[in-house]
């Protein structure tokens, strides 16, 4: 009979509910008790949506990056790897655009549908130079707005759904608050006004949701460096290329991307969907305020380096 009793304490003891609480500000999880028909795994894990873990010899991220503020976010359990000042509110400059994709892609558009270009929408900084009147598919506007990060396409895509112009960047903040990215609120759908803000933990959350739910798309672009686009109506040919200039050095491949600049406010910012070819994990790298010439890019490989050298990842 104690026998039996033993091993009954024994059996609520192995099996009790984990709670983990990181103790450090670069790992942040608490887990509540597992949800009904999700077994319990000693070592905190569950097996429907199990987070990563530190490796025995994990080592925290040295120093601090030369950006602002940064994110390392792990893209199927959506736990924070890395946060430096990651809630710190700032202008984004052209990480805008993922908002404006998204409420552009959500509107289910035909893609291969031709509209005519509108002089009218020309916007100051990058720039694919059109004619008033030329003729292109949609698909090669939403490229625009991906690859070189033209302003004059994003506010093309902005008056190419069913929604007015006022009426799509209310829909931009309406979908922010749905995601629960409190600290967003958009201007307008280029970045070119230092009012469209946001912070490194939301724009991970938004650039996991975005490139989730569109990977083709994503991918696609992460892929092209450089895209042509045919004009229907014209002779002429235009030619675009790329923004993105990060070199995962045979050890990580890019599935998604998206860069931003803007002197004074913004500075460089960057978000990158990038994963480790040995493991299979992927994570968002997002970085705010960077200052200085050709090293975000860098910066981006270095903690994807160190996330994927520290980390193990499940069910990849």
């Not at 509910?17 to 887990?31: E, F, I, Q, R």
């Not at 289910?108 to 509209?115: A, F, H, S």
């Amino acid at each position: 009979m104690l026998n039996n009793l033993f091993s009954q304490l024994l059996i609520g003891v192995l099996f009790l509910p984990t709670v983990t609480l990181a103790g450090d500000n670069n790992n942040v999880l608490a887990s509540a008790p597992s949800q009904k028909n999700e077994q319990t795994i000693i070592a905190r894990h569950h097996v429907k949506k199990e987070h990563p873990v530190k490796k025995l010899n994990f080592q925290k991220f040295p120093g601090v990056t030369i950006s602002d503020t940064a994110a390392v976010l792990d893209v199927k359990s959506g736990k924070f790897l890395y946060r430096q000042e990651a809630t710190k509110q700032r202008a984004i400059a052209s990480l805008s655009k993922l908002a404006t994709s998204l409420v552009f892609l959500e509107d289910n558009p035909d893609l291969q549908k031709v509209i005519s270009y509108a002089s009218s929408n020309n916007r100051a900084g990058a720039t694919v130079f059109l004619n008033n009147g030329e003729q292109l598919r949609l698909n090669d506007v939403l490229m625009s707005v991906l690859l070189p990060s033209a302003n004059n396409m994003a506010q093309t895509l902005a008056v190419n759904t069913h929604y007015s112009y006022a009426d799509f960047v209310v829909q931009m903040n309406n979908r922010m608050q749905e995601l629960g990215l409190k600290k967003t609120q958009l201007v307008e759908p280029t970045g070119l006004n230092s009012r469209n803000v946001s912070c490194a933990g939301n724009l991970a959350k938004l650039g996991n949701f975005l490139f989730n739910k569109y990977p083709d798309i994503f991918l696609r672009a992460a892929q092209t460096p450089v895209y042509d686009i045919d004009l229907l109506n014209s002779v002429r040919n235009v030619t675009i290329y790329s923004t993105n200039r990060f070199d995962g050095r045979g050890k990580y491949d890019l599935l998604a991307f998206k860069t931003g600049f803007y002197p004074g406010t913004a500075e460089r910012t960057l978000v990158v969907k990038i994963q480790d070819k040995a493991s299979g994990g992927q994570i968002i790298v997002v970085l705010l305020g960077n200052t200085i010439y050709g090293t975000i890019n860098e910066e981006a490989y270095q903690l994807a380096d160190w996330a994927f050298n520290n980390w193990e990842f499940k069910n990849y």
